[in-house]
């Protein structure tokens, strides 16, 4: 048995054992991590574990990270989880053992494994974050099932507020539909205080994932009011990017539980059976995202983040004084300004 990094003569391995793995993720591809080395300058360095006859059965994505505090090894960048994908505790634990040799050697302030729920095999050596929930709702092939697990007073009446209200929609995935979307979503970017991704990243996003990537489009007096950027794998839908204008008067007409709804009974009829709705945290955006995700949700989980520092540093903070300020000047900057930056200013939070 050997734990080692992938090297192109695994590749095709690789992929299979991916693709077959029950709870492999897009993240754990080899595309996506082409589109995050290429697009962010993070160094993809993906673990492997091989049993006593050279066949892969276990594998760790990690990327190395440099930013203003410091170099970490991370899996993956900007995903709520992406966790270790073993056949045994032994392939697991081997992979641990060599993630954090690596740490020792790349001089990491920290490890971080992303894991989708809690495991035994990080008990020495790391210490564990749950900040992040994650929301997701089981589909089922009869939308008006799913529908009625929904809140009556909140989700049902967004939905039907929603297509009283005016509202049209499309899907589509052309430049059109992504040019309509990214301005959205700087707009709602720039509203939150955070950095956004750079038009090229959801461009290659689409040319990589081709017809398992959507964008929906709600429209208001034929104009462009609220957007949503769904991935689809296996039998997942992953609501992974959004936007809308900010104006009280449009997001009163509820133009993200149309957008939702329409997608949800899509999945419904091609048989999907989870719609994931990524992560939040308690205080992101002031609770209203948690909130948000929580009402569509029917279920609910803790994603622990799993962290070993070589140095034991204290885990890190993204709440601090001077994240606050920072975010309040975001607020105020111009749109055109906000574009030009963000790709520099996104590396630094992974």
Known sequence: MITTFLSQDDWTEYDCYVE???????????????????????????????????????????????????????????AVSTGILGDNPVAERGMLSFARELANKENISFLEVREPEQNENYVSHFRRSQAVFNFSLMLNADAQRVLLKLPKSSVRWGIKTAEKSGITWRWGNSVRDLDGFYRLFLITRKFRGVPGYPYSYFKQILGCFGDTARIYTAFYEEKPIASIFLLYHKKEIRYAFSGSLQQKSILKLQPYHLLLWEAIKDGCERGYTLFNFGGATLSANDGGLYEFKRKWADT???????????????????????????????????????????????????
Do not use: C
Request: no cysteine; glycine share 4%.
């Open 300 to 350: 609910i989980t803790t994603v622990p983040s799993y962290f070993y520092s070589p140095t034991g540093l204290p885990l890190p903070q993204t709440d601090g004084v001077l994240f606050l300020v920072a975010s309040k000047i975001w607020k105020k900057l111009p749109l055109f300004v906000i574009d030009k930056l963000s790709p520099y200013l996104i590396r630094q939070f992974v």
């Open 20 to 78: 077959t793995h029950p709870s492999s993720t897009f993240e754990h591809t080899r595309r996506w991590a082409e589109i995050l080395a290429r697009h962010f300058k993070f160094v993809p360095m993906i673990i492997v574990h091989k049993n006593e006859v050279g066949k892969i059965d276990g594998v760790l994505t990690l990327f190395k990270t440099q930013s203003l505090f410091g170099a970490r090894l991370v899996s993956t960048p900007y």
